[in-house]
């Protein structure tokens, strides 16, 4: 010790030896970190991962001691991180090319799984942005353009949330929430472009609708031209002269007065023309 206080280049290398070991012995862990022990480049341990429901402050943050030269320390996010999709072009089942952003919420709850699979937060950040993106093309291939702007849309989102986080769990993290920001139609393309669309769906759906309800009325008619030919020949059948005599009477007034019985119809014939017989009384 009198040798150090004589020397001063030798204390102070002294201390700066101790303050490496220090270094390289204890380290703080805040509350916002979950820390992965490394003790020869493998998993030994973990101190302050997450436990659903924990308390702030008593979480297990603080200071770690380790074994120098042997163990090394690797942070990892505690706190809810964010991935953001680039847009991608989405085709409906409508034949709608959309543009859409997106972005997913997740935590990561399971520290070793993470460090062990994938390493670091952002190569996790980067895969869940491309599982995200295959998913959200899954889900919108299956649904119109419509769908996105209706109630519809909380199930859309609910279903690649489902497809997202059962990949996320594979990576040691959870995924808490899935949301579109903007779903538009491509640039050179309108909103009325997909207006006619819908125009002609519900247009083709009218013809349909029309030619159906054709064809019924034309079942109705034939069923009731077949029962008025029924209740003809039965009443002639009945009583033949009656018929004759009634139909000699709408022969008469459909050539005498005509489709508009305006009477404007002329014709010449011989008082004992057969025709008008009904009115000689035999």
């Given amino acids: 010790m009198r040798n150090l206080l004589q020397n001063p280049m030798r204390l102070i290398f002294a201390l700066m030896a101790i303050l490496v070991v220090l270094m390289m012995t204890v380290t703080i862990i805040p509350e916002d970190k979950q820390a992965v022990i490394l ?56 034949q709608q090319r959309l543009q859409v952003d997106a972005f997913a919420r997740f935590r990561i709850n399971n520290p070793v799984r ?5 390493r670091t937060e952002e190569r996790l950040q980067q895969q869940l942005a491309t599982i995200l993106g295959s998913s959200l093309r899954n889900e919108l291939g299956k649904r119109t353009f419509a769908t996105l702007l209706s109630a519809e849309r909380g199930a859309v989102m609910d279903n690649i949330q489902v497809a997202l986080n059962r990949e996320a769990n594979k990576y040691g993290a959870e995924v808490i929430d899935v949301r579109i920001k903007r ?48 209740i003809y020949a039965a009443s002639f059948g009945k009583d033949p002269e009656f018929y004759d005599f009634y139909r000699a009477m709408q022969s008469y007034r459909q ?4 489709a508009d019985n305006k009477g404007a119809t002329s014709i010449i014939l011989s008082p004992d023309n057969e025709y008008l017989r009904r009115f000689r009384g035999n």
């Fill in 39 to 94: 003790r020869v480049g493998e998993v030994y341990g973990t101190k302050n991962a997450y436990k659903p429901n924990e308390s702030f402050g008593k979480s297990g943050a603080g200071i770690l001691v380790t074994m120098p030269f042997a163990d090394s320390v690797q942070l990892i996010d505690k706190r809810i991180l964010g991935v953001n999709m680039e847009r991608q072009q989405v085709l409906s089942t409508d």
């Fill in 114 to 118: 993470m460090y062990t699979a994938i």
């Fill in 183 to 230: 779903a538009d139609l491509p640039e050179g393309a309108t909103l009325e472009a997909a207006y006619n669309r819908m125009r002609t769906a519900r247009q083709q759906e009218a013809i349909s609708i029309r030619a159906e309800g054709q064809k019924e009325a034309q079942i109705i008619r034939g069923e009731a031209d077949g029962e008025a030919a029924r």
């Fill in 255 to 258: 050539t005498f007065l005509g």
